[in-house]
């Protein structure tokens, strides 16, 4: 994919928030990026509405990568859904190749913070 200017990323990213299927759809078959960094040093999958399964269901047909940290958290996009509680879409995330085992920034994994947080069904997810 070409490399796409800071703007066009941008207007990718704030589509993919929005969770609008059918323009994220338009702009990703005439060749978006679906790993573009946007002016925040984030990619669409990082900054994607979190509930929408089929949002990320999209992204990853065009392989965005489901295993990019985020720059300021050292989060992957699993943890985001993960501590959200969006489990049918850390599960679409899971089936592409999501590290659900992996530290994040503060030294803990997901697993942690299931065993005594707010989303304890996730603890059974991932156990």
Known sequence: AQRMSSTAADELAFFFARGDLQRLKELLDCAADPNAVNSYGRTPIQVMMLGSPRVAELLLFFFSDPNRPDPRTGCLPAHDFFFSGFLETLAVLHRAGAR?????????LPLDVAAGGPHGFFFWFLS
């Open 100 to 108: 659900l085992f992996f530290f994040y920034g503060s030294g803990r």
